[in-house]
């Protein structure tokens, strides 16, 4: 089976070589895994998350009456943390999500970036395209998500202007015009069926437990401040989310095989020696 996954990261070490604007990343802080989506199915076909953005101001939730307009309740005091995520004793900065099957049939068509590749025999370019896209995000002092950024620390399409995507197919064409390995990018060229015939199968990378994966998340603050006036007298919700995980590791990964409609773990078998 091919692991996609691994590919990804191969063509993005590549990338990063011969593309310019792109040479400030090490893909060793870069970690690519995959999430199930259905190919005929709405939604990104990549994310990039963040995990270097610093923990925000301390703040709180609050309930307003809606005819008076007086806050009736608010919850404690809370932080919001990235996670730490760490592959091969090496803390990665950011991850990539792949959205397995449905980016493998990624077409132009409907795309806002179609006007920019106008053969159709460079329809397996959106792909490329999407690689990159997401390594454009990366910020060059790697505090966040290049120019769009949001609570969360993810990003993906349609939240940015023409520009960045004209800038992005412009790398397409650079990393392309330094006449990379074909054996490099030529899986994106197929489509999930054919990858499927040549190859068995297509996994992918994945934290468990599945679908789960390392997110910014809410962290009561141990230490309440004190309030302005009018929020003292104020019903304090108290803190109920359960202690969410603060750190992922080797432990947390496995191989998934994605089908067209599911997903299942891969087990890989060990090879075992017995004397006779
Ligand atoms: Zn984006």
Known sequence: MINYTEQLTVLMRDVVKRVPTLSFIDIDDVFVFGRFGRAEAEGPFATCHCLTMPPSEPGYYFWRDRRSGEITRRSEWFVT?????????????????????RFCDQSL???????????????????LDTVIHELYHIDPEQKGIRRIEREDGTCCAHSHGPQFLSN???MVSQYLDTSPQPSTYD???????????????????SFRPFPSYPQRFQERLAEQP??????????VEPWREPTPRASFCDDDLHVRQFLRASSRKVTIEKRQFRAA
């Open 81 to 101: 943390k990235s996670p730490t995520v760490t592959v091969n004793d090496h803390q990665v900065k950011y991850l990539i999500s792949f959205t397995l099957p």
């Open 109 to 127: 068509g409907r795309s806002r970036k179609e006007r920019f590749y106008r053969r159709a025999t460079d329809a397996w370019v959106a792909k």
């Open 168 to 170: 992005v197919a412009e």
């Open 187 to 205: 899986f994106l060229k197929h489509d999930f069926d054919t990858l499927e015939a040549l190859y068995g199968g297509v996994t992918g990378t």
């Open 226 to 235: 004190s309030c302005s006036p009018e929020l003292t007298a104020v019903d």
